[in-house]
């Protein structure tokens, strides 16, 4: 199993108490208690913490980093989100929840805006699989509900997912693209759509399933194949004429 740090700029559970009642201890408390019930070593971060609680120690023990922010944005230093895009990009994953869409460390992986379309309404959610062969959908029927949700749809203006893996359909009639999976240097990233703060999204036995399967998926891989600095090769492949090292 992995160690997984869980992200959480913690910032609606304490002004809004809807969202206290259904997470009471925080939605990185709940999420890295549905990790740890899996096995996971998990660990928690938030916004408020000295370098928002990730430092260069913290990220070179995470295997998989779980990133969930939606109002704060703007308030992560960008010395800090470089520095998660840095450890991606040498191997640690990442799983980019909900409305982190538009976090720093996300949009910098990605070099797009991942802008979309939006509506809070109650409304039903249809995920379906789409990719029923990928490890993230191990356990899941070939659709299923989320009774409320906040409707995001398209265009989505990330770049084409390397795999995408869920599509969904909302009661309102717009579709999204809802499980998208890339590679960026040795790391590999997961953004999962469903996970409004209101609504009781991380309660839902499908939903934890996605997290639980996606915290194995994005963990480190032995022998990464991409070198994460310059060097000079020395000797040649082939003989070169003239040359002399």
């Known amino acids: 199993m992995s160690t997984v740090t869980v992200w959480n700029e913690y910032?609606?559970?304490?002004?809004?108490?809807?969202?206290?009642?259904?997470?009471?201890?925080?939605?990185?408390?709940?999420?890295?208690?549905?990790?740890?019930?899996?096995?996971?070593?998990?660990?928690?971060?938030?916004?408020?913490?000295?370098?928002?609680?990730?430092?260069?120690?913290?990220?070179?023990?995470?295997?998989?980093?779980?990133?969930?922010?939606?109002?704060?944005?703007?308030?992560v230093q960008d010395e800090i989100a470089e520095r998660v895009a840095r450890h991606v990009r040498e191997g640690m994953g990442l799983v980019v929840l909900h409305s982190g869409h538009h976090s720093k460390p996300f949009r910098k992986l990605l070099g797009m805006p991942a802008d979309l379309t939006y509506r809070e309404a109650e409304e039903r959610e249809r995920v379906h699989v789409i990719d029923p062969g990928h490890p993230i959908t191990n356990g899941l029927p070939e659709t299923f509900v989320v009774p409320e949700a906040e409707m995001y749809g398209e265009p989505f203006t990330v770049p084409e997912p390397d795999r995408l893996v869920f599509v969904s359909w909302f009661e309102g009639g717009e579709v999204f693209r809802s499980g998208c999976c890339y590679r960026r240097g040795n790391g590999k990233i997961f953004y999962f759509r469903p996970g409004h703060e209101t609504y009781p999204v991380y309660h839902q036995d499908e939903i934890q399933t996605v997290l639980r399967n996606a915290a194995e998926w994005a963990a480190p891989v032995e022998g990464s194949p991409y070198p994460t600095e310059c060097r000079n090769v020395g000797e040649p492949a082939e003989e070169i004429d003239g040359y002399d090292p």
């Open 11 to 75: 910032v609606h559970e304490k002004e809004d108490e809807q969202v206290a009642e259904l997470y009471p201890d925080g939605i990185h408390e709940h999420v890295a208690s549905v990790l740890a019930e899996a096995g996971h070593d998990t660990h928690t971060a938030t916004l408020q913490e000295p370098e928002h609680g990730l430092t260069e120690d913290v990220l070179e023990e995470t295997d998989v980093l779980f990133w969930w922010g939606h109002i704060a944005h703007d308030e």
